[in-house]
């Protein structure tokens, strides 16, 4: 939990875009509104990352990603992070955590899609280039 109240604090008080290692947990992580379609990585076999993404949960809008993921990479978990508000209001903004690992030699091209479940298109997407050595 305290992993988590740490990220929360950064990107409250992050820019648009933001990506650090710890290393202590040896933890790349990328926060990013605006993630750009050259946004690229390099990671090493075994090595965990998160990606934050703000999301707007109250409008129906959330952000996923595009299957099939790239064979390079492992989804180990992904949730929502709520802000502690007395009263929530419409529109109010939350962040979607998505925590992978890196899992074999290779490369390919995270896609994120920000939508509502029901409906086919998306209103954004972002894309991370990967790359496993």
Known sequence: MGTI????????????????????NELKIIIGREISDKTEISLQKGEKFIILLETRLSTGYDWEIKQPVPECIQIIEDFILYKEVEKPKVGEYEFHLFKLKAKKKGSGTLIFQYKRKWEKKSLKTREIKIYVK
């Open 5 to 24: 109240l740490l990220i929360l604090l950064i990107v409250l008080t992050a820019g648009n875009n933001l990506c650090f290692t710890s290393s202590e």
